[in-house]
């Protein structure tokens, strides 16, 4: 197996599982500042043209990075970072859907529309009108989860999770492209730092990341 990998906050999601599963796959990087995930050859493994993706020994290939893990979680289900047990399994896809749907994905188009617009205008439709709302529904959903989590230490309890990971690293990435969230969130913020002392939250950052720039 390799893993298609490159600077990018969804590649990094998958880098920071592999860390906590204690996984080493091998990677070959792919410069989306470029394009190259948009030309032939990439193309030719994935035709959604995003990162990552994972080929497998058969030639085959799985792209978005939930499904990734999903796979890898199958094939590796020790350290359980799904879930071991069905009732586990689904209450951290029920989270990571929460944050993916009402908080990561808003944070990821305002940033296409807005600070990323220069680079994506060409590739994928951009509308930068809906930009300033992106982030302010992004901003209230990351209130609205904060006030449903309680005292555990992660999102799905006393496990940490794949929901966690997800989160963490778009969040990382919002403060540095123009979208700063609240610290002071009760929850998120002490949540935050617990998932930043992890060695994974470092070790996923992407080589190329420099100091100030995107964090990927």
Avoid at 41 to 53: I, W
Avoid at 195 to 213: D, E, F, I, N, T
Wanted: glycine residues 8%.
């Amino acid at each position: 197996m390799i893993v298609l990998d490159a600077l990018s906050p969804a590649p990094r999601c998958l880098r920071m599982f592999l860390l906590e599963k204690r996984l080493n796959l091998p990677m070959r990087q792919v410069d989306v500042f470029s394009g190259e995930n948009r030309q032939a050859p990439y193309l030719a493994h994935n035709p959604a043209g995003q990162t990552p993706a994972l080929l497998l020994d058969d030639g085959s290939c799985i792209a978005e990075s939930v499904a990734i893990m999903e796979y890898l979680e199958e094939r590796h289900p020790a350290p359980a970072l799904i879930g071991a047990t069905p009732e586990e399994r689904a209450a951290t896809r029920q989270w990571q859907r929460r944050v993916e749907l009402n908080i990561t994905e808003n944070i990821h188009n305002a940033y296409h529309y807005a600070e990323g617009q220069a680079r994506f205008a060409g590739r994928i439709p951009v509308a930068p009108e809906a930009a300033a709302g992106l982030k302010r529904v992004a901003q209230d959903r990351l209130a609205w989860l904060d006030g449903m989590l309680g005292a555990q230490p992660w999102l799905a309890g006393e496990r940490f999770t794949l929901a966690d990971i997800w989160l963490y690293v778009w969040l990382d990435f919002a403060a540095t492209v123009g979208q700063p969230w609240d610290r002071g969130l009760p929850r998120i913020g002490p949540w935050f730092d617990r998932v930043a002392a992890r060695p994974s939250a470092a070790g996923s950052l992407h080589p190329a990341c420099k100091p100030g720039g995107a964090r990927g």
